[in-house]
């Protein structure tokens, strides 16, 4: 089952709780993926997608707002991700979700969050201090 752990905190309150619920909202998909349940797997990756666009733009206002020098190269990352993941909603549509397709997800994700999301956290820190 996927979850979050604490190895994958970045510090950031705000930007923990989006991860969070991420893994929440991955972990039905893989029950949908399970179950073969069509229907819950679109509305879960549907979900999926809509929360992390929203988590994205937050993130990305938050390393602009820190001056972030890589940000162009972390909202590619983020833009490739959106298609990818359009393209399996729509894929959803048509056959349930493959366990293939949560292990991407996981992947991804768990990649994406371990490596290109801790390097924004110092100037996140610098910015605003201890609070973060």
């Known amino acids: 089952m996927t979850n979050w752990t604490p190895a994958l905190s970045t510090g950031v309150p705000l930007i923990d709780e989006h991860h969070r619920i991420i893994f929440q909202w991955l ?66 549509i048509e056959q349930d979700i493959s366990e293939e397709t949560v292990q991407f997800l996981r992947d991804w994700l768990v990649q994406h969050i371990a490596t290109t999301d801790m390097a924004y956290v110092p100037y996140l820190k610098a910015k605003n201090g201890a609070r973060n």
């Open 27 to 92: 972990a039905e998909l893989e029950r949908a993926s399970a179950d073969q349940r069509t229907l819950f797997g679109v509305y879960a990756i549907t979900r999926l997608k809509h929360y992390i666009r929203d988590h994205f733009t937050a993130e990305e206002a938050l390393m602009e707002s820190a001056a972030y020098p890589k940000l162009a190269e972390h909202m590619a990352a983020h833009a490739e991700f959106r298609n990818r993941l359009g393209e399996l909603q729509i894929r959803s």
